[in-house]
Antibody
Framework: QVHLVESGGGLVEPGGSLRLSCAASGFPLTFSDYYMTWIRQAPGKGRDCLAYISGGGGHIKYADSVTGRFTISRDNPKNLVYLQINSLRAEDTALYFC??????????????WGQGTQVSVSS | EIVMTQSPATLSVSPGARATLSCRASQSVSNNLAWYQEKPGQAPRLLIYDASTRATGIPSRFSGGGSGTDFTLTISSLQSEDFAVYYCQQYNDWPTFGQGTKLDI
């Protein structure tokens, strides 16, 4: 049974930083065989795919809206995916999900998701 | 960015009835469309991918259709556990999601 658990969210002041983690378990093959992604949903707004990372970590892509403040990475021996967010702004307040990607050729959907971790940015 | 528009925002139906949810893309996405179900406090669940292929373990009462810009998710004979929010997502380009349709009793 595939299981994804996000952590690391919380209340942060504007300008601060956070590192979100996603712990994966139950993958039928090895964790490093799968692309992973981070997606967020801000209150009253749509769901945004922020970034994805290949199984080996060598292929990373970010949404155009991610202005260099976000960094996705992974630790395969530990079955973890990370999202580092710097210079946090009020508009980063959202529920952040990690998910596993499926598909090919840059066309991806998400077959397993975590329940999300809440990030709130406020002074 | 491809904009996904779902309708209606809320759909009120009775258990045992049939529900049809719509999703429209601002430009063609071929058949690169997925549907998800989401319940409070639970992880989103993949229902349909490639517009009409059911994901593993999804009951046959869920069916997807359409291609290009117009898509539907049909749930025949609604069960109590089907009342949830449903999202569509295109993956012909950078993934984008619809705003969701809440299926209400």
């Amino acid at each position: 049974q595939v299981h994804l658990v996000e952590s690391g969210g919380g209340l942060v002041e504007p300008g601060g930083s956070l590192r979100l983690s996603c712990a994966a378990s139950g993958f039928p093959l090895t964790f490093s065989d799968y692309y992973m992604t981070w997606i967020r949903q801000a209150p009253g707004k749509g769901r945004d795919c922020l970034a994805y990372i290949s199984g080996g970590g060598g292929h990373i892509k970010y949404a155009d809206s991610v202005t260099g403040r976000f960094t996705i990475s992974r630790d395969n021996p530990k079955n973890l995916v990370y999202l580092q967010i710097n210079s946090l702004r009020a508009e980063d307040t959202a529920l952040y999900f990690c998910a596993r990607l499926r598909g090919t050729g840059g066309r991806y959907y998400f077959d397993y998701w975590g329940q999300g971790t809440q990030v709130s940015v406020s002074s | 960015e491809i904009v996904m528009t779902q309708s209606p925002a809320t759909l009120s139906v009775s258990p045992g009835a049939r529900a049809t949810l719509s999703c429209r893309a601002s430009q063609s996405v071929s058949n690169n469309l997925a549907w998800y179900q989401e319940k409070p406090g639970q992880a989103p669940r993949l229902l349909i991918y490639d517009a009409s292929t059911r994901a593993t373990g999804i009951p046959s009462r869920f069916s997807g259709g359409g291609s290009g810009t117009d898509f539907t998710l049909t749930i025949s004979s609604l069960q109590s556990e089907d009342f949830a929010v449903y999202y569509c997502q295109q993956y012909n380009d950078w993934p984008t999601f619809g705003q969701g349709t809440k299926l209400d009793i």
